[in-house]
């Protein structure tokens, strides 16, 4: 099931079937596919739990904080038994790219060499069956979706995460961009890839304004993506200088000059699409919702507990 609210859905409703959906694709991936093609199925249940996170922090209007803590906590364990395996993936993609877009620069048995070792470190990340750890804490959470309680409907159930989510990446923009530290990147490209999922799935309510602007927030995402991958394949290279290749050094110019790239785009987007008030941005989205809403004649969504009164009157 794609992930979207229709624009004649229910927020709650919405809420709790894109719950689901991305919690029954992780774990079917982890489960079903992972002898298939192990590096795509950790990749897509990692996706899935990216999702999962990134819908509860946007019903932060409509979940009881301590349920949301709970269920983030779980999903965040979960991802992190995924992450090793990862990580090596990521890097051996890094300096492919690398060997690619520099070829000639460099003599080839360098970036071999590096690939290599990468793909050792591969295939000892795959010996720890992440997969088994991460299952029982995914099937957890989705056994207990049914239970949850979303206490408002409408707009009013997603208006303050969504606020909260564009602030946290204006003020993660302004960090990045006045220290330029790896972390402080990595940080605001969580917040860019929040609200990249935030407007996929509002976007088929609020229509090609806010369908234009995720567009943007998904190349920002890999911008700042490729130039995180470069900077843990720099730290993995710099930690065992004994196993570098003889021209490091070279190798480590040549990152550092990417990344520089890759930074420069990615501020200059950046600007761009964090550049309405935290105030504009929110009356935006609201007027856009809520046209999308009328044309889909969708009506006030009620508190389940006003509409069981409503059905008793005579």
């Not at 079903?32 to 819908?55: G, T, V, W």
């Not at 900077?231 to 570098?244: H, I, K, Q, S, Y």
């Amino acid at each position: 099931m794609a992930y979207k609210f229709r624009p004649g859905e229910p927020v709650r409703e919405a809420i709790l079937r894109c719950s689901r959906d991305q919690l029954d694709s992780a774990v079917s991936e982890l489960s079903e596919r992972i002898n298939e093609d192990p590096e795509k199925a950790i990749h897509q249940a990692r996706k899935a739990i990216k999702k999962e996170r990134s819908l509860l922090r946007l019903a932060r209007g409509t979940m009881k904080g301590s349920q949301r803590r709970r269920e983030n906590a779980a999903l965040r364990d979960a991802a992190r038994a995924l992450s090793a395996t990862r990580d090596a993936d990521v890097m051996i993609a890094s300096v492919d790219a690398l060997a690619d877009r520099f070829a000639g620069q460099l003599p080839a048995k360098t970036f071999k060499a590096i690939r290599t070792r990468l793909l050792k470190r591969r295939r000892a990340a795959a010996t720890a069956s992440p997969d088994g750890q991460a299952i029982p804490e995914l099937g957890a959470v989705r056994l207990r979706v049914d239970e949850w309680q979303l206490r408002r409907g409408g707009w009013k159930a997603i208006d303050s995460g969504l606020d909260r989510t564009y602030r946290r990446g204006r003020r993660a923009l302004r960090r990045a961009r006045a220290h330029g530290r790896t972390e402080d990147l990595h940080d605001w490209r969580k917040r860019v890839k929040d609200l990249w999922y935030h407007e996929r799935l509002l976007a088929s309510t609020c229509g090609p304004t806010v369908r234009g602007h995720a567009k943007d927030l998904d190349h920002l995402s890999d911008l700042l993506g490729d130039d995180h991958d470069l900077a843990v394949l720099r730290d993995e290279l710099t930690n065992d200088v004994a196993a570098a290749p003889a021209d490091l050094e070279a190798v480590l110019r040549l990152i550092d000059h990417r990344r520089a790239e890759l930074q420069a785009e990615a501020f200059g987007i950046g600007e761009r699409v964090y550049a309405e008030s935290p105030k504009a941005f929110r009356r935006r989205l609201e007027r856009s919702w809520k046209a999308g809403r009328k044309l889909a004649r969708v009506p006030e969504e009620q508190h389940p507990a006003q509409l069981a009164a409503a059905t008793r009157r005579p």
